[in-house]
């Protein structure tokens, strides 16, 4: 495997369930981040994680938990989700403190909540 | 507040025509600038990207964008279109040391080819 890939591909879950997606980066990053990109809205960053530490949470409901157990794995666990949760959710990797900020995206889980 | 402007939601070009994206970014010190495509159904993939130096950068898929700092500026070209090239297309600023390298993207601009 190489880049970052995102399990789930897609993902069909109902208000009640609970569910989790993973990321996996194999590029030996330090940061790693989970986007919303919904239709015809820009992508909303949700979490970033910098050297397996939570440094950013943009207001996202407590619906939605982050995991990053190690640099090279994140997981976003949902619970009770709502209709407008649906949407792509995106992970990331950067090497945070090098020159770039150039982050690295994998394919997306793309969520249905019915 | 740092944003980036896509002024263009949707544009339309024949195969074989030039392009340019425009892109708009608001952000007080010297912006790190990128540009990524996104496929339908894929992730994102970074086309290019300036930190410093020459204006003019060149990017993969023969994709090149200019930095204007009067203009506040970052437009994509592409002197001809191939249909391949139909996806959407996100402009990003990243703001500056001593943070963990926040991208603030643009809504993105789909581009359709025409045969």
């Known amino acids: 495997e190489t880049g970052v890939t995102q399990t789930p591909r897609h993902l069909v879950m109902g208000m009640t369930n609970k569910k989790s997606l993973k990321c996996e980066q194999h590029?030996?990053?330090?940061?790693m981040y989970w986007y919303k990109q919904s239709a015809k809205k820009p992508l909303e960053l949700m979490f970033v994680?910098?050297?397996?530490?939570?440094?950013e949470n943009n207001s996202v409901p407590s619906r939605f938990s982050p995991e990053c157990p190690n640099s090279s794995h994140l997981f976003l666990h949902l619970h009770t989700l709502q209709p407008e949760d649906s949407a792509l959710y995106l992970c990331?990797?950067?090497?945070?403190?090098?020159?770039?900020?150039?982050?690295?995206f994998g394919p997306g889980t793309r969520l249905t909540v019915t | 507040a740092q944003s980036v402007t896509q002024p263009d939601i949707h544009i339309t070009v024949s195969e074989g025509a030039s392009l340019e994206l425009r892109c708009n970014y608001s952000?007080?010190?010297?912006?790190?600038l990128f540009w990524y495509v996104q496929s339908p159904g894929q992730g994102l993939q970074l086309l290019l990207k300036?930190?410093?130096?020459?204006?003019l950068v060149q990017g993969i898929k023969g994709f090149e964008a200019e930095f204007k700092r009067s203009q506040s500026s970052f437009n994509l070209r592409k002197p001809s279109v191939h249909w391949s090239d139909a996806a959407e297309y996100f402009c990003?600023?990243?703001?500056?040391?001593?943070?963990?390298?926040?991208?603030?993207f643009g809504q993105g601009t789909t581009l359709q080819v025409k045969p």
């Open positions: 990331a990797s950067s090497q945070y403190g090098g020159d770039s900020y150039e982050q690295y």
């Open positions: 590029l030996g990053h330090n940061a």
């Open positions: 994680y910098s050297l397996e530490e939570r440094v």
């Open positions: 952000y007080g010190a010297t912006p790190y």
């Open positions: 300036y930190f410093s130096g020459d204006t």
């Open positions: 990003a600023v990243g703001m500056g040391s001593g943070n963990t390298g926040k991208l603030i």
